[in-house]
Structure formats: C-alpha cells, structure tokens
C-alpha cells in the first residue's frame, strides 16, 4: 500500500488548509484511517480518526471543532480540513492506515510520507 499525503503549505493564523491523501493498493475501505502530526522536537501525536464506512469519527482534544476528517472510498482518499488554524498547529502530518480506529500509531501499519503545515502568528 502506498499512502500519499499532500496539501501543506504556510498559511496565517485563523486560516484553513485542506490535506488530502491518496491511497493505492489495498482495498481503501477495508482500513481505518488517520491523521497524526509532529512538531520540531515533540512526538508524534494523534489528529483524527475515521471508520471503514465514514460514519464513526473521532479527534484530539487539541483540534476538536476546528478540523474534520473525512474520506472519499470511491476515491482512496482521505482528507483533513483544518479551520481557525494555530501557531501550535504547525507541524508535519501524517495519514496513516490500519485495522483499529484508536489514538495510538502502533494500531496504524501503513504511513504516508507526512505534509509540512506551517501556521504563523
């Protein structure tokens, strides 16, 4: 399987940013799905989460009421709005894949090549 992510870029606080990505190989809607993100010199830590189906989502703390994932089965792909974006928000993000929708990236197998999202104050 191969996880492409994409979307990234430098944008002003209180802005928004769309990440996308493309998944080939394995059958898309059989595996969850996830976003982690890390930040110069912090770990990498939990985003979101979404179902096979798309129906069951579930988000960090930290971003809950200002980003949605979402996916696309038909496409392969799935996708990270990110609204009323903040300095702390910048950091490389990560789609991941596996087989149980939890906060912890071992549970994820397949990782794309991580997005940069920049946000300045």
């Known amino acids: 399987v191969q996880l492409q992510a994409s979307g990234g870029g430098l944008v002003q606080a209180g802005g928004s940013l769309r990440l996308s990505c493309a998944a080939s190989?394995?059958?898309?809607?059989?595996?969850?799905m996830g976003w982690f993100r890390q930040a110069p010199g912090k770990e990498r830590e939990f985003v979101a989460s979404?179902?096979?189906?798309?129906?069951?989502?579930n988000y960090a703390d930290s971003v809950k009421g200002r980003f949605t994932i979402s996916r696309d089965n038909a496409k392969k792909t799935l996708y990270l709005q990110m609204s009323s974006l903040k300095p702390e928000d910048t950091a490389v993000y990560y789609c991941?894949?596996?087989?149980?929708?939890?906060?912890?990236?071992?549970?994820?197998?397949?990782w794309g090549q991580g997005t940069l999202v920049t946000v300045s104050s």
């Open positions: 991941a894949q596996g087989t149980g929708q939890t906060i912890y990236s071992y549970d994820y197998d397949s």
């Open positions: 190989g394995r059958t898309f809607s059989m595996f969850v």
């Open positions: 979404i179902s096979r189906g798309g129906s069951n989502t």
